[in-house]
Structure formats: C-alpha cells, structure tokens
C-alpha cells in the first residue's frame, strides 16, 4: 500500500492542485521497477494489455484521490498549529519533515 500511495503522489506532483499539492519527493523515493508506471501515467501512456490497464488506473485514480486528501490533511494541521493550545511549534516540524501530513515518530 505504501508503494501505491507513493506512486499516485508522484503521478500528480505538478498535475493536479498545482500551487496546493506538491510532492517531488516520491519519485525519488520509488524503486526503479515502481517509476515505470508513475513515468506511464504521467506520459498519458495508456496500456492496452488488461492487467497493465488494471495497475495503470489504480496508480493514476489514487493519485486523483490522494490529492484532496492530503490538502485537507495539510490544512487541517496548520490550523491545529495556529491554536494556542495545539502541538507544540517542534512537534509540527517534526511532522514538517514528514511531508507535513503527520505529526509521527520516525522523524
């Protein structure tokens, strides 16, 4: 799952929301086997083969998905960390490295 979430951010970093969404980092963090469809997708490279078709349109579709999502998820923790009483100005950098849509622990 986690290759797929990153496959669809890539395929819309630039597409989609532009201004809003960026997310230049998860091309780089692909095997190269798992940029093969982001370069598909974002070349409008439509497989005819069935099961090409099937993965081609779960990378691309997700990434339609994934981008309202993480806008709202972004907005909403900045909104948490503008209150007087949220997260500490550390704990929202910490997550800042994390793509700045999760306040974790592996930062």
Known sequence: MAVLVCQSQATADGRY???RFSDPIAREL??????LIVDR????????????RMAYEMVRRTGLT??????????AIRGHAAR?????????N????????TVCEAC
């Open 17 to 19: 929301a532009v201004g």
């Open 30 to 35: 692909l095997d190269p086997a798992d940029r």
């Open 41 to 52: 997708v974002r070349a409008d490279r439509v497989p005819t083969k069935a099961a090409e």
């Open 66 to 75: 994934m981008v309202p999502r993480s806008i709202s998820i972004d907005e």
């Open 84 to 92: 007087p009483d949220s997260l500490t100005r550390w704990q929202v």
């Open 94 to 101: 910490r997550g800042a490295r994390c793509g700045g849509r």
